[in-house]
């Protein structure tokens, strides 16, 4: 596979038109998307920043019907290519939800599940510990790691599901408003989470709150939906560019809360 | 006005109170019904437990109420009831949770809307039609080409029989069970690597496993209670063994061979179905209890 995107990028979108069926969700998307920093996907609700975050791993394959044209590059080769295991490159993007979508098993059991049905072979309960503290989550559940995933609260458990991401040692995060389902509180802990995790991966973070996108992300990318309900990126840039000074009058329009 | 008013809400209360006592003596038709098969059951075994011992009938391996010199061991009918029942969940519960499994998470939507149904069908047929399916069917079958001396009247062709004839119930309950299991978690599992089969087999399965053994222990207490397919494919030579070639009876078998025969009401033999009787209502009551205590104390909140 030629290399066809700069190092720095770790995802390359180009030409990308995404369909459910008949109906196209996603029309004429480019986009690249650097190493090691946050990118925010906003736009109104149904504008399709969910369905592009999930093109990343190809969680649409599991939807009937779903389609892509296009390419998204990763690490420069074709994510959609036939000779991808899809299996495999959600091995190595990590994705976040919206709930917190723990499984009904241990706290332990939960964050070993990636690394078990991966084969690691080596000390499991390292993995588990080294996930947890990295998801700030160590210290409020060392003590109870036999417990049931669902004796904690919101926000730890979705710091817990981040964890459970982060025990495959994945290269990216992909994170689909996952502070949505959370109390003020829990959703500052995820953000500082998600600042410090930024060191280490490129975070890839759709959310409806545009704050929360000024707040935490380093770049920003619009959407929006046209007449035909298709989502089309209106415009990219660094977040302080974006929100201080945007080129299109939508933009300026839906950040200054004038739209959606 | 106001008597206008007045007559109509009254009216309405009355209403209301008929209707409550409808529903409430609905309620009470199964509730006194299972009163009164239980009063039935205990009263008339009495007559049977003044003759027999409880001791001797319950760890009693010869039941022979209609020879001399007759024995009240009830073991070898539990026994035969129990190998045909192994015999059934041999088949109905890795066939039965196989096809939870496809219809839940493998089979096209298309697939899936003329399989459910199918198998609902499959769930009303009547048992005596089992019955004589296992007879004259299975035996043969088995006969021919795996037991050339096998006796008709066996316990196997009764078993596998049985087996398919559970496999809709459990599949059903379990299918709803793994249906109920939020999409959330699959997607969960999916995103950190897992294969189709893994999703499967590490969380639905898992997640659903309360309604899943609930399913089989309810599949289970069908067949111990299941009276017509024994009756006829299984034979009635009450023996306390495990080879499945062998001709067995039932519990409900040998209450079916009394109530048919000419046994003199009060006698002995008469008491003893009774006693047989509380005995299956306690092992099918204590199958679903331990059911419904799996699904309440292991059921996933998610």
């Known amino acids: 596979m030629v290399q066809a995107t700069a190092p720095s990028e770790v995802f390359h979108v180009r030409d990308l038109n995404f369909y459910y069926g008949m109906f196209r969700a996603l029309r004429g998307i480019n986009l690249a998307i650097p190493r090691q920093r946050i990118f925010a996907l906003i736009g109104p609700s149904g504008c399709g920043k969910s369905t592009l975050l999930r093109c990343f791993n190809r969680m649409n394959d599991l939807i009937p019907g779903a389609r892509v044209e296009g390419e998204v590059l990763f690490n420069g080769a074709d994510l959609y290519a036939p000779e991808v295991d899809p299996a495999e490159i959600r091995y190595r993007i990590g994705m976040v939800f919206q709930k917190p979508n723990p499984f009904p098993k241990s706290i332990f059991d939960n964050v070993a599940f990636g690394p078990r049905i991966n084969g690691y072979t080596g000390d499991i309960a390292e993995v588990v510990e080294r996930a947890l503290r990295r998801a700030a989550l160590w210290d409020e559940v060392k003590d109870r790691l036999k417990q049931s995933a669902y004796a904690l609260s919101g926000g730890q458990q979705q710091r817990l599901c981040i964890a459970r991401a982060l025990a495959v040692e994945p290269e990216v995060i992909l994170m689909d408003e996952p502070c949505s389902a959370l109390d003020p509180a829990a959703t500052l802990a995820i953000e500082d989470l998600i600042r410090e995790l930024s060191k280490e991966y490129a975070i890839v973070l759709v959310t409806h709150n545009m704050q929360q996108a000024a707040r935490v992300s380093d770049r920003t990318a619009f959407l929006m939906m046209d007449e035909s309900r298709s989502g089309f990126l209106v415009e990219e840039g660094e977040t302080e560019e974006i929100f201080a000074n945007p080129h299109d009058k939508r933009t300026e329009a839906y950040i200054t809360g004038r739209y959606g | ?302």
């Open chain 2, 1 to 302: 006005m106001a008597t206008v008013w007045a007559l109509k809400r009254r009216t309405t209360r009355r209403n209301e109170q008929i209707i409550f006592l409808v529903l409430f003596l609905s309620a009470m038709v199964s509730i006194l019904t299972t009163v009164g098969i239980i009063y039935v059951l205990v009263s008339e075994s009495l007559g049977f437990f003044q003759q027999v011992s409880l001791w001797d009938f319950l760890m009693g391996s010869q039941w022979t109420p209609l020879f001399q010199p007759q024995h009240f061991g009830v073991l070898p009918l539990v026994g035969g009831t129990l190998l045909v029942t192994g015999l059934s969940a041999l088949v109905a519960l890795p066939v039965g949770l196989g096809s939870a499994v496809y219809l839940s998470e493998y089979a096209p939507e298309r697939a899936r809307r003329v399989l459910k149904p199918l198998l609902e069908v499959l769930a009303g047929v009547p048992t005596v039609v089992y019955g004589y399916f296992a007879l004259t069917f299975v035996t043969p079958l088995l006969q021919r080409y795996l037991f050339h001396d096998m006796i008709v009247f066996n316990a196997l062709s009764a078993g596998l029989v049985m087996g398919i004839m559970i496999i809709p119930l459990v599949a059903a309950l379990s299918e709803d069970a793994m249906v109920a299991v939020p999409r959330s978690l699959r997607e969960g599992a999916y995103a950190l690597g897992a294969t189709k089969f893994e999703v499967v087999s590490k969380v639905v399965v898992p997640s659903a496993l309360s309604g899943v053994v609930a399913a089989f222990i309810l599949g289970l207490s069908r067949a111990i209670g299941e009276t017509m397919l024994v009756t006829i494919a299984a034979g009635a030579t009450p023996r306390l063994t495990l080879d499945p070639r062998e001709s067995i009876q039932a519990m409900t078998a040998y209450i079916v061979q009394v109530s048919l025969g000419e046994t003199p009401h009060g006698t002995l033999v008469y008491h003893s179905i009774f006693a047989v009787g509380l005995t299956l209502f306690v092992m099918t009551l204590g199958m679903n209890i331990l059911g419904q205590w799996v699904v309440h104390r292991w059921r996933a909140r998610y």
